[in-house]
């Protein structure tokens, strides 16, 4: 049976150009697809722009253009970035384009149909940067300006006539969702933070504006517009080509796998989504992952004070690799996490020139020198199959993976660099010119391992991966995690290609 595997980003507002935050949730999501992809899963990966809404609308204002010119020129920015960090995204879907309107229309009807919306009058608090309806008790006085308790944006009272779908119908049946799903919500303390929210009692929810009009009509009544977070979250379905529930997109990959959001978007993504499904009857997505914040020293990144962190900035001067590992490694999946230069660069000396980096030329230029850079033969004794076989258990990095445990998976590989450098020092090949076949061996299990952590680091740093399993012949579709249970993939007396230094150390 086929494997099928559909991990999504949130699509970003193109309100201004992306940063350092957007980049990390797309570098994540890159991180499991390609892990599956080598684990032999067909993966759709979705990523996009978010562009309708008030706040889409406003930021077109101010600087005098047509919100599509707008955001015509700033989703490219978030195209662009889908290259500059090497993503594997399957699809890049902007709200703005018709096969998504199609869908969101549909949805809409589907719910009316239902009788899961009705018309009434909205009065309440709105924030426009979260896009996002707050009640009383969730907004409080500071600096002279209300503001939502949450994030801390500026809400203004809005009054008027709206749609609103029946969120308080979907309490009881999300917590049962909630039970009968685990891990639908992930990390478990962001599951408990939702469900002591739905527990405190849902109120219908606003799903239309009328006060403006950048976005898709309501097709019954063209005098509203959907609400952006109605439109933004049916991007899901809309790259698989709903509402034809019957093409082969839809058939194989929804529900999604997995929906890797920032810790903000959460109350969007794991009550309001799957309560909007289930009232239209399609399966909601397996599960929701809020990961934490990038924070820039030790606060949010924010225009106002100034220290919005550049990818880009990042990328010229250090390498996208670095970079990937460094918020793979460094960050704690989950939690809120920081970046520094001087933790960037101490993370490229220790981990990647001195631990990784070093492995891989010393082992090579001895293989050069005294097997002239073709793979030798072997006779394994204990010593080698232990390390070998330390890196066998599929299974169990297979679990990280499903568990989203990716500082257990990136320990691991950092604790196998270090076991394979202790390796290759123990044994001392060196000493060994008088026995051959002893030092051919070694040479060969250490050519192995290279191989077998090169292809677990593949999801983290895909170019310098490639490159050195071309060392080894081995191209990138070639790449199979479950090569990993076999120890002798690496073919006696074929070529070794050169390969060039992987990671300058940074004079510090
Ligand atoms: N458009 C909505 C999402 C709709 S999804 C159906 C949105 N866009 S956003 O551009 O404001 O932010 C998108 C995501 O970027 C956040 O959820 C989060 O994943 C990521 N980040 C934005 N700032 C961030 C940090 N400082 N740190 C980490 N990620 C953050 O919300």
Redesign the pocket.
Known sequence: MDKNFYITT????PSAKP????A??SIIADFFSRFKKIDGYNVYFLTGT?EHGLKIQRSAEKQNKDPKAFCDEISKTFEDLTKTLNLSNTDFIRTTENRHKISVQKLWNILEENNQIYLSKYSGWYSVSDEAFYNNDEVENKDGSKVAKLSGSIVEWVEEESYFFKLSEWEKPLLEFYEKNKNFILPESRRNEVISFVKNGLKDLSVSRKSFTWGIKVPSNENHIVYVWLD??T?YLSSLKYPDESNDLFKNFWPADIHI??K??LR?HAIYWPAFLLAAKIKPPNRVYG?????SGDE??SKSKGNILDPLEIINIYGLDPLRYYLLKEVSFGNDGNISEDKLENCINSDLANNFGNLCQRVLSFTEKNCASVIPDHKFIKDDLVILESLNNIDKIRSFIDNQDINQYMNFIVDRLFASNKYFNDQEPWKKKDDKLRLNTIVYTSLELIRKITILLYPVMPKTSVKVLNTFNIKEDEIDFASLKNNEILKQQSKINKLDILFKKIDK
């Not at 949130?10 to 507002?13: L, N, S, T």
């Open positions: 949130p699509i970003y507002y940063h350092m935050g957007h990390y949730s978010d933004a979250l991007n959001i920032g903000d978007i969007f990961h934490g914040w990038i924070l949010k990144m």
